[in-house]
C-alpha cells in the first residue's frame, strides 16, 4: 500500500483505542509535548470533542480520501456532529484561501483552514495539563485534561468520553484506552439496560454507548440519568421496565442488600423478567445473594450471569476493566460486545457463585495490601524517615505498580477523592472474612484489615478513597 504523507493542518480519520475513526486535525502540538520517543506519530485534534492525541501514523487516514467508506461505517449522532463540523469548517476555509495570492509566502495549512488566532480553536490557550495516559505498545498518545475549564463550555461529546467530577464543579476528559484487537467491536443489536450509575456504573454506561449500544438506563436518583440521555440512552422508570424493555439488563450496585431490593423490591426486576431475557449482577457482594439471585431469575425463565468487575473509577472510565463471568456460558457469549467495550479482558469461571468468591478474593488482598502501604508510609514518618523517599525507593522495587504509586501519591497529596470507595472495600473485607468461615480457613491478615478501615469509617472516611485509610493511622 502507497504510503500517504501528511502534515500539519491535514484533515483525518484518526483511530484512538477502542473508538470508531474520527475526524479531526493535524496540529502542532505544545511546546513541551514531546512526541513518543520512537514512534511515527502525530498530534491530532478531533473535532467535536475537546481532545488531542498523538496518534501513530498507520491509525491515520486522509479525510477526503475515506470519507464515504467511514460514514457508512458510524452511524451515530455525535459522529455526524463532527463530520458536521468539518463540513462547515472547510466551507469558511474556502473564503479564506480565495484571498490568499502566489506572491504572498505560503501560509500553514493549519491558517489556511482558519485554526488560527480568532477561528474559535483555542486549544493552546486551553491546556491546564497534558498527561500521559498510558504506554500502550499499539499507540501512545497524551489527552487533555479540563479540570480548570467550566463544565458549561464544553462539548456535549466530551462528557460523553470520560467525567470525573471535580469538587469545582469542573470536569477532566480522557479517552478510553483499550486492546481489543484493532480497536474495533461490531457491538449487539439486542437491546441493554443498565442498573445504577455509581462510580463503576457511569463509565461503564458511557463505553458502551460510545461502541454504539442501544442503551436503556435507570438509577435510584434520576438526575444521574441525564447526562446518558443527551448522549443517546433510553430512560426506564423502573427496574422492571427496563428488564421489560430490553433483552440484557446489567446491574452494578453497592452492596448485598441494594443487589436483593432492585431484584426483589417494588418495581423490581423479577416484574419484568420474561423467558430468554438475560440478567447480569456486576455488583460485588457474596455467593449467597448470587444463588438467590440466579433462583429467582431463572425461575420466571430468564437467564442469569454474574460478571462483578476488578478496577476502579479510572479503569471504568478508560474501558480497563477485567470482568469475572460466572453462570450462563450462553449469556456470557451474548454479552461479548459489552464485555469487550467495558474491559480489557473477561474470565468465564463455571457456574453462578465463582466469581463472587473470586471477586472476594482479590479485594480482599488489595484492601490488606492498602492498608499495609498506608501503615509503611505512617511507620516512616513516626521514624524520622522521608515518606516521599520510602515511596521513591518502593517504586524502584518488586512491588512497584501503578496502584502504589497512585494511591502513595494520594496520601502524599491529602487527595482522597474516590476512585474506589474505601466503604466499599471495608464491605468487600467483611464478605470475604465471612465467606473464610464458612470455609472454615483463616483470614487473620484481612481481620486486621478489617478493623483499620471500620477506624478509618469512624473517622468519617466511608466516602472517600480507600487510600483513607491512612488517616486511620494518624488519628
Known amino acids: 500500500m502507497a504510503t500517504v504523507h501528511l502534515r500539519i493542518g491535514d484533515l483525518v480519520w484518526g483511530k484512538l483505542g477502542r473508538y470508531p475513526p474520527w475526524p479531526g486535525k493535524i496540529v502542532s502540538p505544545p511546546k513541551d509535548l514531546k512526541k513518543p520517543r520512537g514512534k511515527k506519530c502525530h498530534f491530532v485534534k478531533f473535532f467535536g470533542t475537546e481532545d488531542h492525541a498523538w496518534i501513530k501514523v498507520e491509525q491515520l ?128 443489536d439486542k437491546r441493554i439496560g443498565f442498573l ?90 457474596d455467593p449467597e445473594t448470587i444463588t438467590e439471585l440466579s433462583q429467582v431469575i431463572t425461575s420466571r425463565g430468564g437467564r442469569f450471569l454474574e460478571a462483578p468487575v476488578a478496577g476502579s473509577q479510572q479503569l471504568s472510565n478508560d474501558g480497563m476493566l477485567v470482568i469475572l463471568a460466572a453462570g450462563d456460558r450462553t449469556v456470557y457469549e ?61 517504586c524502584q522495587g518488586q512491588m512497584a505498580s501503578t496502584f502504589v504509586d497512585q494511591k502513595c501519591q494520594n496520601i502524599l497529596q491529602g487527595n482522597f477523592k474516590p476512585d474506589y470507595y474505601l466503604k466499599h472495600i471495608q464491605k468487600d473485607l467483611r464478605l470475604a472474612i465471612s465467606m473464610g468461615d464458612m470455609a472454615n480457613h483463616p483470614t487473620p491478615m484481612a481481620a486486621a484489615a478489617n478493623e483499620v478501615y471500620k477506624r478509618a469509617k469512624a473517622l468519617d472516611q466511608s466516602d472517600n478513597d480507600i487510600s483513607a485509610v491512612y488517616r486511620a493511622y494518624i488519628h
Open 334 to 394: 451474548d454479552c461479548s460486545s459489552c464485555f469487550q467495550a467495558m474491559g480489557k479482558t473477561s474470565f468465564f469461571l463455571g457456574e453462578a457463585g465463582n466469581a463472587a468468591r473470586m471477586m472476594l478474593i482479590l479485594n480482599m488482598v488489595q484492601g490488606s495490601f492498602m492498608a499495609t502501604i498506608a501503615e509503611g508510609l505512617t511507620l516512616a514518618q513516626a521514624t524520622g524517615q522521608s515518606q516521599q523517599t520510602f515511596l521513591d525507593i518502593l
Open 196 to 285: 445504577g450509575l455509581g462510580l463503576m456504573g457511569s463509565g461503564i454506561v458511557s463505553n458502551l454507548l460510545k461502541m454504539g449500544h442501544i442503551v436503556t438506563v435507570w438509577n435510584r436518583t434520576a438526575e444521574k440519568c441525564d447526562l446518558f440521555i443527551q448522549e443517546g440512552a433510553r430512560l426506564g422508570r423502573t427496574p422492571a421496565e427496563v428488564a421489560s424493555m430490553c433483552d440484557i439488563t446489567f446491574s452494578c450496585v453497592s452492596d448485598p442488600k441494594a443487589a436483593r431490593d432492585l431484584v426483589l423490591g417494588p418495581s423490581g426486576v423479577l416484574q419484568g423478567i420474561r423467558p430468554g431475557k438475560c440478567y447480569i449482577e456486576m455488583s460485588t457482594v
Open 61 to 188: 487516514k486522509p479525510y477526503h480520501t475515506h470519507k464515504e467508506e467511514m460514514i457508512k461505517i458510524n452511524k451515530g449522532k455525535r459522529f455526524q456532529q463532527a463530520v458536521d463540523a468539518v463540513e462547515d469548517f472547510l466551507k469558511k476555509a474556502k473564503g479564506k484561501e480565495q484571498d490568499l495570492t502566489d506572491s504572498d509566502p505560503e501560509p500553514s495549512t493549519i491558517e489556511r483552514l482558519g485554526a488560527g488566532p480568532g477561528s474559535g480553536f483555542k486549544w493552546e490557550s486551553t491546556l491546564p495539563l497534558l498527561q500521559p495516559v498510558k504506554d500502550d505498545p499499539q499507540f501512545h498518545h497524551f489527552l487533555l485534561s479540563q479540570s480548570e475549564k467550566p463544565a458549561s463550555s464544553m462539548e456535549p461529546i466530551s462528557k460523553r468520553l470520560k467525567i470525573i467530577e471535580e469538587d469545582t464543579g469542573s470536569t477532566s476528559i480522557q479517552a478510553a484506552d483499550s486492546t481489543a484487537i484493532n480497536g474495533s467491536i461490531t457491538p449487539t
